[in-house]
C-alpha cells in the first residue's frame, strides 16, 4: 500500500511538472505569434464595458460621431507637443492592477522608443494635462494620436501583455494606423472581400493614411496577417504581385516602422 502511494504521489508530480511545461511551452509559442494573430484572439468576442469606446479595425478605438475612414492625423492633428530639447515627453499612468511581470513587460515596451527615436515615455507627474492611462480594459485597444487628457491604452492581462501588442498599441496613440489600411493599400494588399467575417469589412478600408514617404511594409507591426477576420479559414488579404511573399509576421516594430515615427515627430 505504501508502495503505490509513493508511486501515485511520483505520479502526480509528473504529471503537474508536463502540465506545466505545456503551459510554458503555450506561453513562450504566444510570444512568437504575430502581432496581429494576438490582437485578434484577445479582442474576439469582446464584450466592452458601457464606459469602454467602440473599436474599429480590430483595436482601434474611437469617439462617438467619429468619421470611421477619416485619419485623424489628417483631419485634426494628432501630434504629441515637443519639448525644447528636441524630445517629445510623453507621461503614462500604469493602473496598479498589474503584476509586478506584467508592468516589467509594458515597461519594456514603453522604453523601447527612447532607443530608436525621440520619443520618451515618462512616468505621470501631478500637473500633467495629457497622458497614457494604460489599464485592463476589455480587450487591447487605443486611440490613434493624442486626444488630451487621460487617454485610455488597454492592455487587458488576459492576452494583450506581449512586448509586440505594447509597442502596438503605443504607435496608435503615436498617431500611427493599421499598414492594410493605407492610402496605397491596393498596390501591395488583394482583399478578399468575400471571406471577411459579417460586420468587420470596415477593418479594410482605406484611409487617407500619413505614409511619411516610406514604402508600404509587409513586416510593419501594424500589417496584420493574411488570415485576419477570415470566416472560412481562407485568407482575407494577399500580397501582389507575389503571393508568395511572407508578411504581417512581425512581433516587434521594423525599420520602417521606425523611420516612419521619426519622420512623423521630426526627430
Known amino acids: 500500500m505504501l508502495v503505490f502511494s509513493w508511486s501515485l504521489v511520483t505520479l502526480l508530480l509528473v504529471s503537474s511538472s508536463w502540465a506545466e511545461a505545456d503551459v510554458a511551452t503555450l506561453e513562450d509559442f504566444s510570444k512568437e505569434l504575430p502581432v496581429g494573430q494576438l490582437l485578434e484572439r484577445a479582442n474576439r468576442d469582446r464584450t466592452p464595458d458601457f464606459d469602454e469606446p467602440t473599436l474599429i479595425g480590430g483595436d482601434i478605438a474611437v469617439k462617438p460621431g467619429a468619421d470611421r475612414n477619416a485619419d485623424p492625423c489628417t483631419s485634426t492633428g494628432c501630434l504629441w507637443l515637443k519639448n525644447a530639447d528636441g524630445n517629445v515627453y510623453i507621461p503614462y499612468y500604469i493602473a496598479n492592477h498589474y503584476s509586478s511581470r506584467e508592468v516589467a513587460i509594458i515597461t519594456r515596451g514603453l522604453e523601447s522608443f527612447s532607443s530608436v527615436s525621440c520619443i520618451r515615455f515618462r512616468p505621470y507627474q501631478n500637473g500633467d494635462h495629457e497622458w497614457l492611462s494604460i489599464e485592463s480594459k476589455n480587450g487591447c ?109 512581425a512581433t516587434q516594430m521594423s525599420k520602417n516602422d521606425i523611420d516612419r515615427l521619426n519622420r512623423l515627430y521630426k526627430c
Not at 155 to 179: D, I, K, M, P
Not at 215 to 222: K, T
Not at 230 to 238: A, C, L
Request: aromatic residues 14%; proline residues 5%.
Open 141 to 249: 485597444y487605443s486611440f490613434v494620436g493624442r486626444q488630451g487628457g487621460a487617454q485610455t491604452v488597454s492592455l487587458a492581462q488576459r492576452g494583450c501583455l506581449y512586448h509586440s501588442t505594447v509597442q502596438h498599441e503605443l504607435l496608435h496613440a503615436l498617431g500611427f494606423n493599421h499598414e492594410q489600411t493605407r492610402s496605397d493599400r491596393d498596390s501591395y494588399i488583394k482583399v478578399y472581400w468575400e471571406n471577411i467575417q459579417d460586420g468587420m469589412s470596415y477593418n479594410f478600408n482605406i484611409i487617407n493614411t500619413l505614409n511619411q514617404g516610406t514604402p508600404y511594409d509587409y513586416n510593419s507591426v501594424m500589417q496584420y496577417e493574411k488570415y485576419a477576420f477570415s470566416k472560412n479559414n481562407r485568407p482575407t488579404m494577399m500580397p501582389i504581385p507575389d503571393p508568395n511573399v511572407s508578411f504581417g509576421q
